[in-house]
């Protein structure tokens, strides 16, 4: 196995036993990276000088004796939405394609303080708006599995570098779906945790009551590594909970007798792929194998989540976004004559036309006249979709779904913004309730990867884990490579 296919738990047993250093390991990722990042696209802005730095300052470390901390010397990708001090963070968008933070977010200085490594900021729909990276202002990334294909999206860069070999570890957001469905279109682990059990504190905000930042990995292992560090109470952020973080590593065990695992009926109805759903069938019987007890369950009001998302999170996105304005920072237009005049045409300009959809929309819904019609009414039934949630986890301990009803679809496929939209509708109700929810490769529709969606009780991602961990250790999906096949 190359050194860019392992994991972080083995390359982290190799450095602390001085098997391997941090910087031919950091050396041998960039290597990849020079090798297909041409044809992937994962990256936005790459930062070689400071990783190397940061991976010769672990080795002397481990040098001189030191025990580090799992991620210590681990090169990772960070989504070029989440704030790093002193490195560009542009939301893969023309009107922040300049901007250098001067802060880190909540999560990279836990990072930092773990003396982790980032190998520089990936890829993205414009904002995280969009499920297939194709909205960037930057680039294309393409799937390593289909060079021909979507990486799914928002956070499409940070899934393909996985895939491709071209990161370790990487971080991602998930507003409706935008981990754990390009980890699904990838073939790897992506997970997002409990509303609020990780700080948004420097995650450039969407939808504020939506966001959540997680981790996309090789294995189950690696995403609970990662969670361990980037999890904890931040005073920046009031959404933070103010709950103990426990050692995730020690749920993976296989273990799932007696776990009671749901079906939701509504998930595995029409618009799901014959072939898709035929992996998950075979997943739920893996589990049957493996001890757990499978009940159907109902989510009565799921037909309306993705509706319900398309208001709510437009709203919020309209309110977020009006800070850019062209006066305090990012793009400016320099022809514009008034105060006025620059601010459209810099807005105008600057960002792309997913963006401008969904903050006219959100304008609109939030308008006089249709704030009780939409907004309001959206809001009400937010609440009966997490009220079906705590009615179902009375019954069972986790729930089973398809991540995605279908695998990862052409580039320029021209499909419409409203039938991608509706490719959400696995996932977009986790982050309605605020649940933690993971995606894991169970298996491949004509050569693509499947993936499968388990989701937990609100702050109980042990066991979401423990269920993850016990399906993989099970089977061989998680050890499949990408072959960069497809033609660009």
């Known amino acids: 196995m190359k050194l860019y296919e392992s994991t972080v738990h083995e390359l982290h047993e190799q450095l602390q036993n001085k098997q391997l250093s941090s910087v031919e390991l950091t050396k041998a990722v960039y290597d990849r990276i020079d090798e297909v990042e041409e044809q992937i696209g994962a990256y936005v802005t790459l930062d070689k000088e400071n990783a190397l730095a940061q991976a010769a300052k672990v080795d002397a470390m481990i040098a001189a004796g030191e025990t580090v901390k799992p991620l210590a010397g681990i090169p990772g990708a960070i989504k070029d939405n989440i704030s790093t001090k002193g490195l560009r963070t542009t939301c893969s968008s023309h009107i922040l394609d300049n901007f250098i933070p001067v802060y880190d977010a909540h999560v990279i200085a836990n990072l930092r303080k773990d003396e982790t490594i980032f190998l520089g900021k990936t890829n993205m729909d414009e904002f995280a708006m969009g499920s297939t990276t194709e909205t960037s202002y930057m680039k294309k990334t393409h799937n390593a599995w289909n060079l021909d294909c979507v990486p799914g999206g928002s956070s499409g860069g940070s899934a393909a570098a996985i895939a491709a070999g071209e990161a370790i570890w990487s971080l991602g957001s998930d507003t409706g779906g935008s981990i754990r469905q390009p980890a699904s279109f990838n073939g790897v682990v992506g997970i997002k945790p409990t509303y609020g059990r990780v700080s948004r504190y420097g995650c450039v905000a969407f939808a504020s009551s939506l966001d959540q930042i997680g981790p996309i990995t090789r294995d189950v292992t690696d995403a609970a590594i990662v969670l361990n560090t980037i999890c904890g109470v931040d005073a920046h952020d009031s959404t933070s909970l103010p709950v103990d973080v426990p050692d995730f590593t020690k749920a993976l065990r296989q273990d799932v007798k007696g776990l009671r695992i749901g079906l939701p009926k509504e998930y595995f109805g029409e618009g799901i792929d014959p072939k898709v759903k035929a992996q998950i069938m075979l997943a739920v019987e893996k589990y049957k194998e493996l001890g757990a007890e499978i009940v159907e ?34 793009y400016r237009n320099k022809d514009a004559k008034s105060a006025p005049e620059m601010t459209k045409l810099s807005r105008t300009e600057g960002f792309g036309s997913e963006v401008k959809r969904r903050i006219m929309l959100g304008t609109y819904v939030l308008s006089s006249g249709y704030y009780d019609a939409y907004y309001k009414k959206a809001m009400q039934v937010r609440t009966l979709i997490r009220k079906d949630f705590d009615e179902v986890f009375q019954k069972v301990d986790v729930l089973l779904t398809p991540t995605s009803p279908v695998t990862a679809y052409p580039l320029d496929g021209k499909m419409d913004p409203l039938a991608i939209y509706m490719l959400d509708v696995t996932t977009i109700p986790v982050n309605m309730a605020g649940l933690p929810g993971i995606s894991i490769p169970c298996g491949f529709a004509d050569g693509m990867p499947v993936g499968l969606q388990l989701i937990g009780k609100a702050l109980d991602e042990e066991t979401l884990l423990r269920a993850a961990y016990t399906f993989e250790q099970a089977t061989e999906f998680h050890k499949a490579v990408a072959p960069l096949g497809g033609n660009k």
């Open 297 to 330: 369950v109902s989510l009565p009001h799921t037909e309306y989540a993705v509706i319900t998302y398309y208001i709510i999170a437009p709203a919020e996105a309209s309110a977020n976004l009006a800070r850019y304005d062209g006066v305090r920072y990012g």
